[in-house]
């Protein structure tokens, strides 16, 4: 009898940690959707700041005015510079 109540406690125990490491996954699978959509939104915000600067910079040498408009790359120079 002893032996049976003490397999039976054991058995719930174990269906509590099942339980609860499959809420834990669950969980886990949701923050990883909601990171790889925070992922991909930031692309394509990136993207945007890429091909706005690439044209505001086509219209800044169409208008004889080059320096006017910087690219990615000329800023992140220019802030390396200052960091120097």
């Known amino acids: 009898m002893l032996k049976r109540k003490k397999s039976l406690k054991r058995k719930d125990q174990l269906i509590v940690?099942?339980?609860t490491?499959?809420?834990?996954?669950?969980?886990?699978v949701l923050?990883?959707?909601?990171?790889?959509?925070c992922q991909q939104d930031l692309f394509h915000?990136?993207?945007?700041?890429?091909?706005?600067?690439?044209t505001l910079k086509r219209v800044a040498k169409k208008l004889g005015e080059p320096d006017l408009v910087m690219s990615e790359e000329e800023?992140?120079?220019q802030i390396r510079r200052k960091e120097n």
Do not use: C, G, P
Request: charged residues 30%; proline residues 0%.
């Open 17 to 19: 940690i099942i339980q």
């Open 75 to 77: 800023l992140d120079a």
């Open 45 to 54: 915000e990136k993207w945007k700041y890429r091909h706005v600067a690439r």
């Open 31 to 37: 923050l990883q959707e909601a990171y790889m959509s």
């Open 21 to 28: 490491l499959t809420k834990m996954h669950n969980d886990i």
